[in-house]
């Protein structure tokens, strides 16, 4: 595609949209810049920005869409048991897993001390394939790495 074609789903089909206006394709040449759309996926506060290469990124300073997926791939059921009962951050006697799954998630995204355990569990957890991943010092290296855990099924130990 040349810089003065359209992208193909602003290419007009012959047909007007329903609400009869007609998209003017000329508005659309330019190619996106992902980096100004795409969403920060780490929360630094300024002082710990220059810190940032010294040491990993912990669990609360990744953005809280992250969460979700790292609770519910990187740590089990028992995990989250053991630890919202630790420090009584559960409701009931008996929570559902959707209950712990729940309670963890919004636990991460806090910097205090249930948070800090997650962390130190989720390091733990995974500490082989981090201190494997570390050792990566390109690009290469590490889409190499990347590529072998997703061929071998090993989602929970690289995400």
Known sequence: MTSSTPPSFLQS????????TRIDPARFNHALELDRIRPALVRR???LVRDAESRRTRIWELSPTLHCSIVGTCLTTSD???LV????????????DHDLHSIAVAAVGKHDLLAKQFNKTLDRRHKTVIN???RA?????????WDEAIRHGD???TY
């Open 13 to 20: 089909s012959g047909a007007a949209p329903r609400n009869g």
């Open 45 to 47: 506060p300024a002082d």
């Open 80 to 82: 989250l048991r053991a």
């Open 85 to 96: 009962r630790k420090f009584a951050a559960v409701p009931n006697e008996n929570p559902s």
């Open 132 to 134: 494997e991943f570390d």
């Open 137 to 145: 010092r390109n690009v290469d290296t590490l889409q190499h790495l």
């Open 155 to 157: 989602i929970p130990n």
